[in-house]
């Protein structure tokens, strides 16, 4: 078709393409996974997508075109569980993701101490101690006191936080303090005063005193950390374990225009994943609530609500079916005593609202399984994608009971990367190959019912890192974990792109490159499908474009790798 021969009416202009993309290596995730060459996008959607020459004759004499030059494209990537909200917070925090001794972790600590006002808090961006620190341990209570005499401490690291004596203070924690139910503050084994790491619900102790975010502080972290994903090539999120103060913000930035993430979220209407309340509040919450998950519009939604039942692989508490290697006794943590857990499972579904729970060891995905079933037995979840979160140390049957309920997993595979050799020190080294088992996973389950995400902060947000674990089984170290899960590129983009999109039941509008979806798009630095494996982890996003409008362009590519893009989450 060319114009104007095929326009010659008043208003054809609303026909012509507003952007033509040319001589591009585009993969559009598509059912044939097609590559094609071009695509045109008008009104934030694709209307054409083929080769460059049929494409190019829908121009109108106002149409951009753009050469790609042999770039190629993906689809807008979709990271499956991140905690979006935290990617706001690198400039308001001490950075301990590049340290690696105890001695440096404290150096940092007293440098960003020293730059506040007496009293002031000291907040952490999450981190890994025991996977980064040569030490292999948490900070304690005395060397916190010591790196910040004058303020008080906090460091979340994910599922355990670590204080110092000002912040326990604040917050009321003695020695005569009982642990919370779901928590444990740790203490000194000699003197049994707490040492400064609480763990679980005992967080919340603390977290509840810290000062709140202005709404316009929030919404400003909102839009720095929506930008930081698009920089990955990200267009759209799960937002995983989001209160409802950081809900509201992202209303507000939706409402205000502002927003370059698709968003849905994960509600934990308490702020933690064990609800602080009573199964008959609970109860009366969702009666009240008025909406049912999977509520929304394209650019925000609720896609369920967030539990969680146990720890982790690297935190040594993750519910093992088997007892821990050194310990045959210990199975590790479970969150929510499994009665409470069933009923708050059973309440959401009942008043229309798809759950999601972080589990990892197999004796948690146990637990969720057996909810999920008495759930459906009352009201049916079968096409409702209810979702395991993490679902690290799955077992083959666990995935046969999972398909039989129509429940989705969403795993993290790039948690290999930097942690595969902490999980074989607390687990083994063939539990630690059988993390993350995506080979077994996608042949068992099918691999619309899996998705992949990064648990950012817990681990790096580049995806094509994750995607190079997926791949190759390897981290970041070179060494291989689980040679016998590994996956097809193809299937690692897919996991990112028209897989994932099917958690938020998005799959007909984003998730590949099609006439008629969004045309959300990332171009980038490499060809995936043909550049050496190792080579896969060092592709950047060089331009990423959302609903037609590019939100990111990096500046340069050259020098840019890996683990220098890692450094920076």
Same mark, same amino acid.
């Given at each position: 078709?060319k114009?104007?021969d095929?326009?010659?009416?008043a208003?054809?202009?609303?026909?012509w393409?507003?952007?033509?993309?040319l001589?591009?290596?585009i993969?559009?995730?598509?059912?044939a996974f097609?590559?094609v060459?071009?695509?045109?996008?008008?009104?934030?959607?694709f209307v054409?997508v083929?080769?460059?020459?049929?494409?190019?004759?829908t121009?109108?004499?106002?149409?951009e075109?753009?050469?790609?030059?042999g770039k190629?494209?993906l689809?807008?990537l979709?990271?499956t569980?991140?905690?979006?909200?935290?990617?706001g917070?690198?400039?308001s925090?001490?950075q301990?993701?590049d340290?690696a001794?105890?001695?440096?972790?404290?150096?940092? &600590?007293?440098?960003?101490?020293?730059n506040?006002?007496?009293?002031?808090?000291?907040?952490?961006?999450?981190?890994h101690?025991?996977a980064?620190?040569?030490?292999?341990?948490?900070?304690?209570?005395e @060397?916190?006191?010591?790196?910040?005499?004058?303020?008080p401490?906090?460091?979340?690291?994910?599922?355990f936080?670590?204080?110092?004596s /000002?912040a326990?203070?604040?917050?009321?924690?003695?020695r005569?303090?009982?642990?919370?139910e779901?928590?444990? &503050?740790?203490?000194?084994?000699?003197t049994?005063?707490?040492?400064?790491t609480?763990?679980?619900?005992?967080e919340?102790?603390v977290h509840?005193?810290?000062?709140?975010?202005s709404?316009?502080?929030r919404?400003?972290?909102?839009?720095?950390?929506?930008?930081?994903?698009n920089?990955?090539?990200?267009?759209?999120?799960?937002?995983?374990?989001?209160?409802?103060?950081t809900?509201r913000?992202h209303?507000?930035?939706?409402?205000?225009g502002?927003?370059?993430?698709r968003? /849905?979220?994960m509600y934990?209407p308490?702020?933690?994943?064990?609800?602080?309340?009573?199964?008959?509040?609970w109860?009366?919450?969702?009666?009240?609530?008025g909406?049912a998950?999977?509520f929304?519009?394209?650019w925000?939604?609720?896609?369920?609500?967030?539990?969680q039942?146990?720890?982790g692989?690297t935190?040594?508490?993750?519910?093992?079916?088997?007892?821990?290697?050194?310990d045959?006794?210990?199975n590790?943590?479970?969150?929510i005593?499994?009665?409470?857990?069933n009923?708050?499972?059973a309440?959401?579904?009942?008043?229309g609202?798809r759950?999601g729970?972080?589990a990892?060891?197999?004796?948690?995905?146990d637990t969720v399984?057996?909810?999920y079933?008495?759930?459906?037995?009352?009201?049916?979840?079968?096409?409702?994608?209810?979702? &395991?979160?993490h679902g690290?140390l799955m077992?083959?049957?666990?995935?046969?009971?999972?398909?039989?309920?129509?429940v989705?997993?969403?795993?993290q595979?790039?948690?290999?990367?930097?942690?595969?050799?902490?999980?074989?020190?607390?687990?083994?080294?063939e539990?630690?190959?059988?993390a993350f088992p995506?080979?077994?996973?996608?042949?068992?389950?099918?691999?619309?019912?899996?998705?992949?995400?990064?648990?950012?902060?817990?681990?790096?947000l580049?995806?094509?890192?994750?995607m190079?674990v997926?791949?190759t089984?390897r981290?970041?170290?070179?060494?291989t974990?689980g040679?016998?899960?590994k996956?097809s590129?193809?299937?690692a983009?897919?996991?990112?792109?028209?897989?994932?999109a099917?958690?938020?039941?998005?799959?007909?509008?984003?998730?590949?490159?099609?006439?008629?979806?969004?045309?959300?798009m990332?171009?980038i630095?490499?060809?995936?499908?043909?550049?050496p494996?190792?080579?896969?982890?060092?592709i950047?996003a060089?331009?990423t474009?959302v609903?037609g409008?590019?939100?990111?362009?990096? @500046?340069t590519?050259?020098?840019?790798t /890996?683990? @220098?893009q890692?450094t920076r989450?």
């Amino acid at each position: 078709m060319k114009w104007p021969d095929k326009c010659e009416k008043a208003g054809c202009r609303d026909a012509w393409p507003d952007t033509i993309f040319l001589n591009g290596n585009i993969i559009t995730a598509d059912a044939a996974f097609r590559v094609v060459r071009a695509v045109a996008i008008r009104g934030g959607r694709f209307v054409s997508v083929g080769e460059t020459g049929e494409v190019r004759e829908t121009a109108g004499p106002l149409t951009e075109i753009i050469d790609l030059k042999g770039k190629t494209v993906l689809p807008g990537l979709i990271d499956t569980h991140a905690h979006v909200e935290r990617a706001g917070l690198l400039k308001s925090t001490v950075q301990l993701n590049d340290v690696a001794t105890v001695s440096q972790a404290l150096d940092r &600590i007293r440098e960003y101490a020293e730059n506040l006002p007496n009293g002031g808090w000291v907040r952490g961006a999450e981190w890994h101690p025991i996977a980064q620190l040569r030490e292999k341990r948490f900070l304690t209570r005395e @060397e916190l006191d010591r790196a910040a005499p004058h303020n008080p401490v906090c460091l979340p690291i994910g599922h355990f936080t670590m204080v110092n004596s /000002s912040a326990m203070a604040m917050a009321g924690i003695t020695r005569e303090t009982v642990d919370p139910e779901g928590g444990v &503050i740790h203490r000194d084994g000699a003197t049994g005063e707490p040492n400064g790491t609480l763990e679980e619900a005992a967080e919340n102790l603390v977290h509840a005193v810290l000062p709140q975010w202005s709404d316009d502080e929030r919404d400003q972290q909102l839009q720095h950390a929506m930008q930081y994903f698009n920089e990955f090539g990200l267009t759209s999120a799960i937002s995983a374990a989001v209160d409802p103060a950081t809900m509201r913000a992202h209303q507000r930035v939706r409402q205000a225009g502002k927003a370059t993430l698709r968003i /849905s979220a994960m509600y934990a209407p308490t702020g933690g994943l064990n609800p602080s309340m009573t199964t008959d509040e609970w109860d009366l919450f969702f009666s009240r609530i008025g909406v049912a998950s999977d509520f929304g519009d394209d650019w925000l939604s609720f896609s369920g609500v967030k539990l969680q039942i146990d720890g982790g692989m690297t935190l040594r508490t993750a519910a093992m079916r088997d007892g821990y290697p050194d310990d045959p006794a210990y199975n590790g943590t479970i969150v929510i005593e499994p009665a409470r857990f069933n009923a708050l499972v059973a309440t959401a579904n009942r008043y229309g609202w798809r759950v999601g729970v972080h589990a990892v060891g197999d004796a948690a995905i146990d637990t969720v399984l057996d909810a999920y079933g008495r759930a459906n037995t009352e009201r049916s979840i079968k096409g409702r994608r209810f979702i &395991i979160i993490h679902g690290s140390l799955m077992r083959p049957d666990q995935m046969e009971r999972a398909r039989q309920l129509d429940v989705r997993v969403d795993a993290q595979t790039t948690f290999l990367w930097e942690k595969a050799s902490t999980v074989a020190m607390f687990l083994g080294k063939e539990t630690a190959d059988r993390a993350f088992p995506m080979r077994t996973m996608i042949d068992v389950m099918g691999l619309d019912a899996v998705g992949q995400g990064t648990d950012y902060p817990i681990n790096s947000l580049n995806p094509f890192i994750n995607m190079y674990v997926m791949v190759t089984r390897r981290d970041r170290s070179g060494h291989t974990f689980g040679a016998a899960e590994k996956i097809s590129r193809e299937e690692a983009i897919r996991l990112y792109t028209s897989a994932a999109a099917r958690y938020s039941f998005s799959e007909r509008k984003t998730g590949s490159i099609e006439p008629g979806k969004y045309a959300d798009m990332a171009v980038i630095s490499d060809d995936i499908l043909s550049v050496p494996d190792d080579a896969i982890k060092d592709i950047v996003a060089i331009r990423t474009i959302v609903e037609g409008r590019t939100v990111f362009v990096r @500046e340069t590519v050259t020098g840019i790798t /890996s683990r @220098e893009q890692d450094t920076r989450t």
